[in-house]
């Protein structure tokens, strides 16, 4: 049990590792090992868990950008130009009650604050204080009906062609206590290069999990007909869905 644990930690670092992770994603073999732990990772490890705590004095106040470049289009050129104000996180699909949240009144839900280490596939960490809404609590707002299986967090990066960046979790996942819709970084407001206005952190699995400039939630039963129907743009090219650390 343990080793194959560690075969599903070690090949999900090795996944992001630029030319290296490029001949892995085509070798077959490989792809059938990494498929062969997924579930049983999930299984053990899930979110039965808390990641790691850290203290204030561990906090890297200079927290290194990961992902892709920071969106430059003229939608979220005028977002920044009104400070956020016109923003509205839109949470829809399989749930009782649509809504569309404006950035105050995110901020007036109850936060969390939370220490973790955020884990790249690159071989990089750091440490953040993260301040935001639990995703439990704006799932709680909307209430999502009994069909609901996933939420999905679409994004608005992409990859350099067109392709928006997304990132699903399972609804056991969403709920997990640290799952967090973050708005603060290191005690200020989210900048653009981090995020703003909204990411999602998961503490518990790989970085690339805890996507960035969120634009839109969906709650679904499946997300076999979204994009390549593997759950996230990297999960897309024959990374892990399941990501835990």
Known sequence: MRR???IASSVSALAGCGPLSSGLSQNEQFMRVLGSVEGLNHRL???RGLARGYRERDVDRVFRVNGFATPSDAAYARLLADRFESYRLVVEGAVER???F????????PQ???ITRHDCVEGWSAIGKWSGVRLDDLLGAVGPRDDARYVVFRCMDNDGAGNLYYESLDMHQAHHPQALLALRLNDAPLDPDHGAPVRLRVPTQ???K????IARIEVVGSFARIAGGHGGYWEDQ???WYAGI
């Not at 805890?210 to 400039?213: L, V």
């Open 4 to 6: 194959r644990l560690f």
């Open 45 to 47: 490890i899930g979110t």
């Open 98 to 100: 649509p809504r569309a």
């Open 102 to 109: 404006t950035l105050s009144q995110l901020r007036r839900m």
């Open 112 to 114: 969390q604050t939370q």
């Open 206 to 208: 790989l970085g690339y």
């Open 210 to 213: 805890s996507a960035k400039w």
């Open 238 to 240: 024959g990374y892990e």
